[in-house]
């Protein structure tokens, strides 16, 4: 029940997330995209899976993710498509929430799936070798990892011919910056979430003789 949950909430942020992206807000003296605001949540919801319940089943929580935000982006960009009504005068606000060009919706897919999986494999294998301790430490390396690699991914794919090449790395480090502090600062909330999960559940899986394959969601 639990999981399932979990799952609701996981796709709702990644949903959310590429809403929000579309307003750009003043952070500090830079500016920063609104999936800001919600996006890492999704890599705290993928700790307290993959702690829980394992790397197996924070597999089965990312694809089904990357599923629904599929989804949801191509119903967009088809309603988006499609003609409008005589009446209708929201076309210009609808395009720019709606309207995600290819080259951006491709490049947040590919971020997606290879930062989530990074970050799910170093909370599983930091896991085993620490024999269960130090929860703090791998879910704040797993997000530095899984962030990186999502930003690595992103941005130049993305953003490359668009931005001065020069601005890119500061761009990428800041956000893995950004986004690392989010979770340092919900870290003690998320420490008595996976506590009270594993007592809820009775689960603390670990990790031992199964196969890290993205693709092997069943069996």
């Known amino acids: 029940m639990l999981f399932m949950l979990f799952s609701m909430l996981f796709t709702v942020c990644l949903i959310a997330s590429n809403l929000f992206e579309t307003k750009q807000i003043k952070f500090f003296t830079h500016s920063q995209t609104g999936g800001l605001i919600i996006f890492p949540i999704s890599y705290i919801i993928n700790d ?99 962030e990186s690699v999502d930003s690595l991914i992103f941005f130049p794919l993305a953003f490359i011919g668009v931005i001065p090449a020069e601005e890119l790395p500061w761009l990428m480090c800041y956000q893995v910056l950004l986004k690392t502090g989010y979770e340092i600062i919900v870290l003690p909330l998320t420490i008595q979430v996976v506590r009270w999960v594993k007592k809820h559940e009775q689960e603390d899986t670990y990790d031992n003789n199964i196969t890290y394959n993205i693709f092997k969601v069943f069996g």
């Open 48 to 146: 307290v899976v993959c702690e829980v319940w394992g790397y197996s089943k924070a597999r089965i929580l990312i694809w089904l993710g990357f599923l629904m935000n599929f989804f949801f982006v191509s119903a967009g960009a088809l309603c988006d498509w499609l003609p409008s009504a005589d009446y209708w005068t929201g076309d210009e606000g609808f395009h720019a929430i709606f309207g995600l060009a290819p080259r951006i919706a491709a490049a947040s897919f590919a971020a997606f799936i290879c930062g989530s999986f990074v970050n799910a494999y170093v909370m599983s294998r930091m896991k085993v070798h620490d024999h269960g301790r130090n929860f703090s430490l791998r879910a704040i390396l797993s997000t530095i990892f899984g």
